[in-house]
């Protein structure tokens, strides 16, 4: 499976941006898919995910800001993200856990930059 995100630039503190993942196949049947983000000499860190029924988790960060949502139809994951902070600027990547549970997949980031 090939992971693309998109949807990363420059935003002022408050602002809002909506990063969206496609995917090479369908995500119907998959186990979960999520957002992660990373700063250079931090480890990746989870900032949302749905699973296949579409149960949300959020981190604390990202709890009452962030959105996460797909569209099995378009095999697409989105992350809508408001009232971005300076400490939200990261990479951020998108995951796919496939049906059995084992063995994910990673796309390669995107850039959220968030200007004070």
């Known amino acids: 499976v090939q992971l693309q995100a998109s949807g990363g630039g420059l935003v002022q503190s408050g602002g809002s941006l909506r990063l969206s993942c496609a995917a090479s196949?369908?995500?119907?049947?998959?186990?979960?898919m999520g957002w992660y983000r990373q700063v250079p000499g931090k480890e990746r860190e989870l900032v949302a995910r749905i699973t296949r029924g579409g149960t949300t988790h959020y981190s604390d960060s990202a709890k009452g800001r962030f959105t996460i949502s797909k569209d099995n139809a378009k095999n697409m994951l989105y992350l809508q993200m408001n009232s971005l902070q300076p400490d939200d600027t990261a990479v951020y990547y998108c995951?796919?856990?496939?049906?059995?549970?084992?063995?994910?997949?990673w796309g390669k980031g995107t850039q959220v930059t968030v200007s004070s």
């Open positions: 995951n796919l856990l496939p049906f059995s549970g084992h063995g994910d997949y």
């Open positions: 196949r369908s995500i119907f049947s998959v186990n979960s």
